[in-house]
């Protein structure tokens, strides 16, 4: 049953420090996305790969956040130094995109993040 | 631009009754359309998508959804509800070009009671 793992499951850490997540996607898919969860702000999408190379981080704030994929197994969020309006769940996905056809997502099962 | 309206924050039903949860969109082009359904603790999971073809769509667990151009509406629905169902619904647009991420709406919490 393939799927998309993230750890850690539930990280909590003191402001200004580092942060770093990280999620590896299903074998074979093409794609890999970032989303933040927040009660106030809902789902938000942070950023996005295809073929490993970002296609869109317009929804990341760029000052101390950062995401790269080293490989095709591997996915990484960074953020430093962290602030406690971080604090939130962050979930990653993965698709696979074919020729012009849509891909479904499949989401992990997120990284809790709390920033004190 | 692509965006999504989901208009009940919450959704109340007895179990065994038809349930809907409904979304609006908006998009310049053609819509893909996706319903998730997120239980405590969870990631998302996919129920169901509508692409082209027929607009009622059958997806996991009993779901369907319908796609109405017209009223640019893809409501969820399902026969009969289960307290099992009851959970957090997401429905999610994006344009059929460009840029291939999801914009979701900010989910419906559906209670079915026993």
């Known amino acids: 049953d393939a799927r998309v793992t993230q750890t850690p499951r539930d990280k909590v850490t003191e402001m200004g420090q580092e942060v770093t997540m990280r999620c590896q996607p299903i074998?074979?898919?093409?794609?890999v996305f970032w989303y933040r969860q927040t009660m106030m702000q809902g789902l938000e999408l942070l950023a996005y790969?295809?073929?490993?190379?970002?296609?869109?981080d317009s929804g990341m704030p760029k000052d101390r956040f950062s995401a790269e994929m080293p490989d095709a197994t591997l996915a990484t969020l960074k953020i430093q130094p962290s602030e406690p309006r971080d604090s939130a769940v962050y979930f990653c996905a993965s698709g696979l995109v074919i020729a012009g056809d849509t891909d479904t997502q499949y989401f992990g099962p997120g990284t809790r993040l709390t920033v004190l | 631009a692509q965006s999504v309206a989901q208009p009940e924050d919450q959704v109340n039903v007895a179990e065994g009754n038809p349930l809907t949860v409904k979304c609006t969109y908006s998009?310049?082009?053609?819509?893909?359309l996706f319903w998730y359904v997120q239980y405590p603790n969870r990631g998302l999971q996919f129920l169901l998508k509508y692409i082209t073809g027929d607009n009622l769509v059958k997806g996991s667990y009993g779901f369907e959804a319908e796609f109405n151009k017209s009223q640019t509406s893809f409501h969820l629905k399902k026969p009969s509800a289960l307290v099992s169902d009851s959970a957090l619904y997401f429905c999610a647009v994006r344009e059929d070009t460009g840029r291939r991420a999801l914009t979701f709406g900010s989910g419906t919490r559906l209670q079915v009671q026993p």
């Open positions: 074998l074979g898919h093409n794609t």
């Open positions: 998009v310049s082009g053609n819509p893909y």
């Open positions: 790969f295809r073929n490993r190379a970002p296609l869109d």
